[in-house]
């Protein structure tokens, strides 16, 4: 019979394949710009100074909202004639005309960048005083050195140079021409000096003009007293001291060069344990650890 043909249901799967939409593209391109405003975000936060930072932080902070009860008396009250308005000279206008208030966190900004700067200048004056310092002892122990290549240079002070003493004290570099026994730089009792002492003064005086230093001249005798003159061991040692100075002069040392003419006859003896020994007669000169004072009317 016809009604009796088996009924036939086909099922048909359909395979998807192929292209899957680009829904995650947009996605992933929004990902990257966040990201890379991000990372330039972070970039100019790292660039900027505090107060750059403050001045932004300003920028965005809600502007004052007057309380006054004119117009709808709201945030967006307006005007009303004889009377001024919340916004009455436009809100930018009146944020303008008022005073900023200083917060406490540029308050605690500008400490601190107070503190930071002082703290850097006293470095930086502390890092300077060193290496004058250090510049100062090298050329001391230059001008040292040459004052002995001299002595061995020139034969006339070839004898001299153990009555030669050189080194450095906490007011500068000292040198000291010193009496030995049988060798003195001056005629005995006076203020004349000998012939060798002149040209280990010159000498002296060479090395002290490749220098800036100030120097002090001091005169020593020993502590036997002087007969025959009446001002005694001090006005022998302070006549001994200026003769040197004159004899510097004639070297062309300037005069503002020289700080002070000393005479200190015994009173500080080379050899404290044995104060009438010939090594306590000298003078010494000293380079001051100081440049020297400007002359009058000079600029720089």
């Known amino acids: 019979m016809a009604n009796d043909r ?10 998807e394949g192929g292209h899957h939409g680009g829904a995650w593209k947009v996605a992933y ?40 009860k004119s117009g709808s008396g709201g945030i967006l009250g307006g005007t009303q004639i004889g009377k001024d308005g919340a916004q009455s000279s436009g809100a930018s206008g009146r944020a303008s005309t008022m005073p900023k208030p200083t917060t406490v966190t540029e308050q605690q900004n500008k400490d601190s960048s107070g503190e930071a700067e002082k703290a850097e200048a006293e470095i930086s004056e502390s890092a300077l ?19 002995r290549q001299a002595m061995q240079d020139l034969p006339e002070l070839a004898e001299l140079s153990k009555s030669l003493m050189i ?8 040198i000291q021409i010193v009496d ?46 002087m007969q025959g003159n009446a001002g005694g061991n001090w006005g022998l040692s302070f006549g ?32 404290p344990d044995d104060p009438y020994t010939a090594g306590n007669r000298r003078i010494s000169i000293i380079l001051l650890r100081e440049s020297p004072p400007l002359p009058p009317g000079h600029r720089l």
């Open 6 to 15: 088996p009924i036939i249901i086909k099922k048909i799967k359909k395979i």
């Open 29 to 68: 391109a929004d990902f990257v710009t966040a990201m890379m405003a991000f990372f330039l975000l972070m970039w100019l936060i790292n660039m900027t100074s505090p107060e750059q930072k403050m001045g932004v932080a300003d920028y965005f902070a809600p502007a004052s909202i007057s309380e006054s």
């Open 129 to 147: 005083d060193e290496a004058l310092s250090r510049r100062e002892e090298m050329a001391f122990k230059s001008a040292a050195e040459s004052l």
């Open 167 to 174: 080194d450095q004290t906490p007011e500068g570099l000292r």
């Open 180 to 225: 030995q026994e049988g060798l003195s730089m001056f005629q005995p009792g006076s203020v004349q000096p000998r012939p060798r002492t002149v040209a280990l003064l010159r000498a002296v005086g060479q090395i002290i003009l490749r220098l800036p230093n100030r120097i002090t001249i001091s005169g020593h005798t020993d502590s036997a007293p």
């Open 240 to 271: 001994r001291a200026d003769s040197a100075r004159k004899i510097l002069r004639e070297s062309e040392v300037p005069q503002t060069r020289i700080h002070s003419v000393i005479g200190k006859a015994g009173s500080e003896p080379l050899y």
